[in-house]
Every structure is written in structure tokens, then in C-alpha cells.
């Protein structure tokens, strides 16, 4: 296994099982099974590929789900540096300016538009983190599906 694997097998998993704790914390039990899929499906493949075992067939048709979530996410983490951009060169009273032109702005309470002023005051310092985060992501998933693929095909 070539170290560019190993290391896609290990932020695929961490970023795997963090997303997995998110969905968990956030009381949706059903979504959280479903996320907890991919974890589980790093480690079997990952135990498989370190002993040169060929990988199951239901392994290997995940490994092809898993590349196109790769590539939804590859598509997010383009969006995520547009917005990161924006963030950075627009100004938090542009946008809310931009808000208080909408028809719905008087619709809501006070406590909505303080909680989305705070939102704005945190958002552009945490965005090149969540990028980070789904482009180094979506490179993982893509490789090391990429890589299942590549063994379950022989």
C-alpha cells in the first residue's frame, strides 16, 4: 500500500468518524447509522488491502458509492471556496443590507436576527476550516475508493 493510500485511509477515517459523532450528537439515530457505514467500511477494506486480500463484492460496490460521495463532496468543497472568497471580500454590512431589502426580513423576531448577526461575526473565520476540511475529504474518499476499486476489479 503506497503511503498516498495510507494517508487517504486515515483522513478518510478521522473525518469519517467525526462527521459520525456530528450526526450522532446532533439525535437522529437513523442518519447516524447510515453515517456510521463509512467508517466501518474504511477499516474492513483498510485490513483487507494491508494483508492483500481481494475485497468482498459488497465492499467493492461501496467502493464505488463511496468515490461519486467523493465527488458530491469535491462539487461542496468548490462551493466552499467560492463562499470562502466571499466571506473574505464581502462585508458583514453588505450582506445584512442585502437581508433587510427582502420582502420576509420583517417577519423575523429579534432574537433570530441577533443569532444571525453572530452567525456572520463567526462564519468568515471558521469557512477556510470547513473547507479544509471537505476538500481534504473529498480527496480521501475519492482515492482510497479509487484504490477498493482497483483491488476489488483484479
Not at 468515490?67 to 472568497?85: D, H, K
Request: with cysteine; proline share 3%.
Amino acid at each position: 500500500m503506497s503511503r498516498f493510500v495510507r494517508f487517504s485511509f486515515l483522513a478518510g477515517f478521522v473525518l469519517g468518524v467525526a462527521q459520525f459523532i456530528l450526526v450522532l450528537s446532533s439525535g437522529s439515530i437513523v442518519a447516524g447509522l447510515f453515517w456510521g457505514i463509512v467508517p466501518a467500511w474504511f477499516w474492513a477494506t483498510h485490513i483487507k488491502l494491508k494483508q492483500e486480500q481481494t475485497v468482498s463484492q459488497i465492499e467493492g460496490v461501496a467502493s464505488y458509492a463511496v468515490v461519486m460521495y467523493g465527488g458530491v463532496l469535491a462539487l461542496l468543497g468548490v462551493l466552499c471556496i467560492i463562499s470562502s472568497i466571499v466571506f473574505v471580500v464581502a462585508d458583514p454590512e453588505i450582506i445584512q443590507a442585502a437581508m433587510e431589502q427582502q420582502p420576509n426580513y420583517d417577519d423575523f423576531s429579534d432574537e433570530e436576527l441577533e443569532s444571525f448577526t453572530k452567525i456572520l461575526e463567526v462564519v468568515p473565520s471558521i469557512m477556510p476550516l470547513i473547507t479544509l476540511a471537505v476538500c481534504l475529504q473529498s480527496v480521501a474518499y475519492i482515492s482510497y475508493g479509487l484504490a477498493v476499486v482497483r483491488n476489488y476489479s483484479r
